[in-house]
């Protein structure tokens, strides 16, 4: 398969939040949704693959000194420079080509002080219209591609543990469903009462947790933390009493936010949880899956952290997220005592692919300890970020995800009708369209129907017209 990039085409749709998503430093009340469209010439046959991404504020960087507005541009150079990298990338293979653009922008980002979360932006995004691109051009779905290897993936570049090994030895056949994970936001109300009135939002989908979980079937729960005692333990008390008597059977994640600066002064707070007697068996192993990303990114992958897990027998089981920037990134945090990692298509889809590979390697060679790869979400919404997202986790056999943007968003209402119509026909198990004019994600008995998106293309099969979905170009940096 001879590949190339011939062109690419860029749009917008601003988007608002029903009400104030927050999380670490940020409070994201609306973002910029970027759609690529990508003509390729594959073995001579021009074919066109479309990727998008919302860019949210605070999480690719995590400087507290500037504003959103200060660091659009950043986000919007790291695309745009990954795009004119692909343009002149010609290889033999989807892999080849991804592996050429990676190390340009790699180099690029390095000569220019730019962060690797923050430059890989770029590349993921242009990789995933290409993915598209090979799959509608072959008739496959992602995850058949990834089986028969269509796409020239060679994992022992990225891992040389799997060296003579294909991802179909490591993968097994794609779920069908999904279980929804849902993010319980540092102010997200628990109750209706709680919500204050400038933050109710003007429809009828659930606002407070205990809704939420009416309405969906919520059984999985991913919780945010702040790194202040006197707020989180009071705050986690109350979800303890909250599932305890809505969902006996609960599981959940903890998400550190990046919120301590060392291994000991988040064990300094568990410990403290566990002292509280409500919180003991809501943080033990029978409820709780793992905790996310504790510590700072600049501070997660030191030396003197090997020390503190090795130090630490009773350590619940820990991932990272932020943290997992390179390519040799989750082979660091398992050498220091973490137990896995996340999987965002923004942080790479090749790259997370082959992680998940490394993850079941692990499970294999030391089934004596447990191995972790979870699904994590970026607010990711429809109609083509989320069936993305949701077709690369059914592929990697992920069976909890966060999913948090069908909550912070008011479905698919940003979009004109016409789309949401064509959403809600192609996948009816996915999404609905509701008496009040609108397509919203369907999530029945907490789970998500992800077997149909096995068809064309990588997750969404629909052809849109770019005019369809936004504004032409990528997002007024002064916006």
Known sequence: MRICLNDVTFCTRWMKTRFPFRYGIAAMTGLPHVFLSAKVTIDEVETVGLASEGLPPKWF?????????????????????????????????????????????????????????????????????????????????????VKSNVFGIDLSTIHSELTGTEPSDWLGNPENSVIARHTIGLGDPLTA????????????????????????????????????????????????????EKVPSYRLTLDGNEQYRSLAQFREHWE?????????????????????????????????????????????PMIIDESDAELTSLRRALELGYRGTSHKNCKGVFKGLANRCLVEWYRRERPEERWL???????????????????????LGIGD???????????????????????????????????????????????????????????????????????????????
């Not at 309405?215 to 305890?244: M, Q, S, W």
């Not at 790869?373 to 077709?391: F, I, K, Q, R, T």
């Not at 209402?413 to 064509?422: A, C, G, N, R």
């Open 401 to 479: 995800v966060e999913r948090n943007g069908h909550h912070y968003f008011k479905g698919l209402s940003m979009f004109p009708h016409s789309v949401q119509e064509k959403v809600a026909t192609v996948y009816p198990g996915l999404y609905t369209m509701r008496e009040e004019g609108y397509a919203s994600l369907q999530i029945r008995d907490g789970r998500l129907d992800v077997g149909m998106l096995s068809g064309s293309g990588f997750g969404c099969a629909i052809d849109f017209d770019l005019d369809e979905l936004g504004r032409a170009g990528l997002p007024d940096r002064e916006e």
């Open 373 to 395: 790869m979870s699904g994590e979400d970026l607010a990711n919404v429809g109609p083509v970020a989320l069936l993305n997202d949701l077709e690369v986790m059914a592929a």
């Open 193 to 244: 009462p709680e919500i204050p009135e400038e933050d109710r939002a003007d429809d009828p989908l659930p606002q407070a947790l205990v809704d939420a979980i009416d309405a969906y079937g919520l059984t999985h729960f991913k919780v945010k933390i702040c790194g202040n005692l006197e707020v989180d333990v009071p705050r986690l008390e109350r979800l303890a009493k909250i599932f305890t």
């Open 61 to 145: 960087t995590k400087n507290p000194e500037t504003t959103f507005e200060q660091d659009l541009p950043e986000m919007l150079q790291a695309i745009e420079q990954a795009v004119k990298f692909g343009r002149v990338v010609e290889e033999d293979s989807l892999f080849a080509w991804w592996q050429k653009v990676y190390s340009k922008q790699d180099a690029w980002a390095d000569e220019n002080g730019v962060p690797p979360l923050l430059s890989h932006l770029g590349t993921s995004l242009i990789e995933r219209a290409m993915i598209d691109a090979v799959c509608r051009f072959g008739g496959s779905s992602f995850a058949e591609a």
């Open 272 to 316: 403290a949880y566990l002292e509280r007697p409500a919180l003991r068996k809501f943080l033990s192993p029978e409820h709780l899956i793992f905790v996310e990303q504790p510590m700072h990114r600049d501070d997660a992958l030191k030396d003197s952290v090997k020390e503190g897990f090795d130090s630490w027998a009773e350590a619940p």
